[in-house]
């Protein structure tokens, strides 16, 4: 099993700033098959990059993902309001699929 | 729009059963893998199962021999029963399309259904 560990576990930044969260997984990734996920309280996840650094549709071009290997980066250039959630990285390169454990973006 | 409604949570003794059912709209379903995900309270997000496009399933260890995923392409929908549930698979469970196997991500999720197993 894949296991993905993300850092940091809080990030406290102010409207306006950069974000920049990584995902480190315990053994490489091949065929880019890394994604980012965003969950607002009381909400579902919502697929932002896919392929490591594929936007989803209708997802701003602020979020953008980087990477390869064992190691990769979601950074959100600005900070809108509605962007302060959790965060979490998936693979779907093998069997079980796995998550990190988030990344809380909070508003400082 | 491609829409997922999942049902059929409840509260459950340890060793009850339950079946969920997850209702898709909005795109061609039997065109599309799907799989159920689940999340803990206060958890992080877990892979439970998968079905493919002719049936194939997967299971993670934890509910191996215990859950069973399901499609009924005609009915546009998907379930999973779960049996012999312990304290440990109460959660959120999800239902996404894609997310099945290796090389698909789940791209579309329902907003959930609680299951609780208590005594």
């Known amino acids: 099993e894949i296991v993905l560990t993300q850092s940091p576990g809080t990030l406290s930044l102010s409207p306006g700033e950069r974000a920049t969260l990584s995902c480190r997984a315990s053994q490489s990734i091949r065929d880019r098959y890394l994604a980012w996920y965003q969950q607002r309280r009381g909400q579902a996840p919502r697929l932002l990059i896919y392929?490591?650094?594929t936007r989803a549709a209708g997802i701003p071009d602020r979020f953008s993902g980087s990477g390869s290997g064992t190691d990769f980066t979601l950074t959100i250039s600005r900070l809108e309001p509605e962007d302060f959630a959790v965060y979490y990285c998936l693979q779907y390169d093998s069997l079980p699929q796995t998550f990190g454990q988030g990344t809380k973006v909070e508003i400082k | 729009e491609a829409q997922l409604v999942e049902s059929g949570g409840g509260v459950v003794r340890p060793g009850g059963s339950l079946r969920l059912s997850c209702e898709a709209s909005g795109f061609s379903f039997d065109d599309h893998g799907m799989s159920w995900f689940r999340q803990g309270p206060g958890k992080g997000l877990e892979w439970v199962s998968g079905i493919n496009l002719i049936g194939d399933t997967r299971y993670a260890d934890s509910v191996k021999g215990r859950f069973i995923i399901s499609r009924d392409n005609a009915k546009k929908s998907l379930y999973l029963q779960m049996n012999s549930l312990r304290a440990e698979d109460t959660a959120l469970y999800y239902c996404t399309r894609g997310g099945h196997f290796t090389s698909w991500y789940p791209g579309v999720w329902g907003r959930g259904t609680t299951v609780t197993v208590s005594s």
């Open positions: 392929d490591f650094s």
